[in-house]
Structure formats: C-alpha cells, structure tokens
C-alpha cells in the first residue's frame, strides 16, 4: 500500500553549501517525525537565520534544554543529535511503511538534503521513491499560483498550530495544503 509522507526542512542557506538544520515528515494519519541536527559549536548564523528559523526550533537554539537525544510519544518521534543519529532514527521510522511517496513544497533543498541523510537518492531506505513529488509544481497543474502563501491555502481549521520556518510546522500545513487541494484531484 502507498503511504505519503510530507517534507520540510531548515537548512542553512540557500546555496550548494546548504546545512541541514531540522527535518519533519508527516504521514495522513499525522504520525511524524521531527528532528534537529546538532549545532557545529563553530557555527554562525545569519541574521534572517537567527530571527526566523533558529527562533522557531525548540532545541537547537539551547540545546542546554534539551531532556533526550530521541523519544517517541504516541505518533510523535522527536530527535536531536548528530546527522548520523538523526539517520537512524529517521530510518527505524519510516521502517513500518512499505511504499512511501514524498511531497515536498519546493524540494530543490528539502529533497537534496532529506537525500543526503542517507549518502544519496540510491541509497534511500527500502520502500522510499527515488523521486519526490512536488507541491509547488501540483498547485501550478491545477491552476493556483505556486507563490500563493500556504497559510491561505487552507481554512483556519485547517491550519497546524506553530510557526513557520519550523519543520514540522511546515510539514503539517503542506499536508493540509495537499489534502484541501491536491488530493482530490489525483484520485
């Protein structure tokens, strides 16, 4: 049985020397997986960074915090650790599916480094498409302008509670967008 799963990211930058930040996958059901890879104890951040992505991580910001390096609550994994570690925990995840599909947003960056967490597209778990499915792209077929912000897209009921520019947030509103917009139309 196909499974879908919802993407986002927080990565660095935009540009080849992108970092991943945090990573957050969404099933229909709304079991997810929420990550976010450790600070280099080097690492600086931009201004726009600090403000509108750090701000809305709930660890990487003061990893001091921080009470497990990976938990699962009900439908919830949460982890924090090195990329290794969020590997592992992302592949003992998505073990329980059998033919996953992704959609991404725009995933010029969420699909590359969702990708690399495994050394590449052809060494991604067993079960997970090579190719990812593209939102942005879906929303253009079916008439909508891809740059519409996504928190229009969707009823107030509809919407996750969060911020943007938090992964899972993300993850969950592009999973709202897909089933008010997208879903029907490819069944």
């Not at 439908?75 to 996953?100: C, F, H, P």
Request: aromatic share 12%; net charge negative; charged share 20%.
């Amino acid at each position: 049985m196909l499974t879908t799963l919802f993407l986002d990211t927080e990565f660095t930058e935009l540009s080849r020397d992108a970092r991943l930040l945090s990573i957050a996958l969404v099933d229909v059901t709304g079991r997810h997986f929420y990550a976010e890879v450790e600070k280099n104890k080097d690492q600086k951040w931009n201004p726009w960074l600090t403000e509108h992505v750090i701000a809305n991580m709930l660890w990487l910001n003061d990893p001091n915090q921080l009470p497990f390096r990976c938990a699962t609550n009900g439908n919830a994994t949460q982890v924090y650790g090195d990329k290794q570690a969020v590997r592992n925990a992302l592949i003992e995840w998505l073990s329980i599916y059998q033919d996953i599909e992704v959609w991404a947003d725009c995933p010029a960056y969420d699909w590359v480094l969702f990708c690399d967490l495994f050394g590449g597209s052809l060494a991604l778990p067993q079960g997970v498409s090579y190719m990812v499915m593209d939102f942005a792209t879906a929303l253009r077929v079916t008439g909508w302008d891809p740059h519409t912000p996504r928190s229009t897209l969707v009823p107030d009921s509809a919407k996750p509670k969060g911020m943007a520019h938090n992964a899972l947030y993300d993850a969950l509103l592009l999973k709202a967008c897909y089933e008010h917009h997208i879903q029907q139309e490819i069944q």
